[in-house]
């Protein structure tokens, strides 16, 4: 049963500190996603690649926030510095539209919290 | 731009009531699809259906309905006879004919009291 992992699950850190999210996606997968879940903007989408290259970032707070695929089967979410306000669950996601009809499959999600 | 609106927040039923979720989009696209995902309290997105925009016919799985109406622009969820599992949030989700750009809407919190 082929899942998209992610690690780690839970993370705490001090503000300041750089932060580094990874996500492997589902083998097979060309496209990857990393979006963000608040009680306050709900599930908002950061960043995509295909095939590895970027396609879209808008979303993403570009000062401190970086996002890379150094491979095809490794997703990372940067943050440096940190801060409290970017504590939310990061989700990452794969498919290999238009296959499967556009269905994204979504990791367990890494839940940081920024005191 | 493409927009999703969910504009229930939370809804409270008995076990057993029927239910059913508002989900209503806006896209300039002719082709899109739409998806419902649950998020039980573990917090993992659960993928419960997706909809073509050349596909009106309503689907049902088990407990679970759907009423695509393009005409009103809604992908409205029903539950029927709810059940205490089915507590969660429910997200409504369009995306463009690139599969690239998913909106979610603000999700509408379920609760199905014993």
């Known amino acids: 049963d082929a899942r998209v992992t992610q690690t780690p699950r839970h993370k705490v850190t001090e503000m300041g500190q750089e932060v580094t999210m990874r996500c492997q996606p589902i083998?097979?997968?060309?496209?990857v996603f990393w979006y963000r879940q608040t009680m306050m903007q709900g599930l908002e989408l950061l960043a995509y690649f295909r095939n590895r290259a970027p396609l879209d970032d808008s979303g993403m707070p570009k000062d401190r926030f970086s996002a890379e695929m150094p491979d095809a089967t490794l997703a990372t979410l940067k943050i440096q510095p940190s801060e409290p306000r970017d504590s939310a669950v990061y989700f990452c996601?794969?498919?290999?539209?238009?296959?499967?009809?556009?269905?994204?499959?979504f990791g367990p999600g890494t839940r940081l919290t920024v005191t | 731009a493409q927009k999703v609106t969910q504009a229930q927040t939370e809804i409270s039923v008995v076990e057993k009531e029927d239910v059913t979720l508002d989900c209503v989009y806006e896209?300039?696209?002719?082709?899109?699809?739409l998806f419902w995902y649950k998020q039980p309290p573990s917090g993992e997105l659960v993928f419960l259906i997706r909809?073509?925009?050349?596909?009106?016919q309503n689907e049902i799985s088990g407990r679970y309905s759907w009423n695509f109406q393009k005409s009103t622009s809604s992908f409205n969820f029903t539950i029927t006879a709810s059940q205490v599992v089915d507590s969660a949030v429910y997200f409504c989700a369009l995306i463009d004919p690139l599969g690239n750009d998913m909106r979610f809407g603000a999700g509408t919190r379920l609760t199905v009291k014993p």
């Open positions: 996601a794969s498919g290999f539209p238009p296959g499967d009809l556009y269905e994204q499959y």
């Open positions: 083998l097979g997968h060309n496209t």
């Open positions: 896209t300039r696209d002719t082709t899109y699809y």
């Open positions: 909809r073509n925009s050349f596909d009106e």
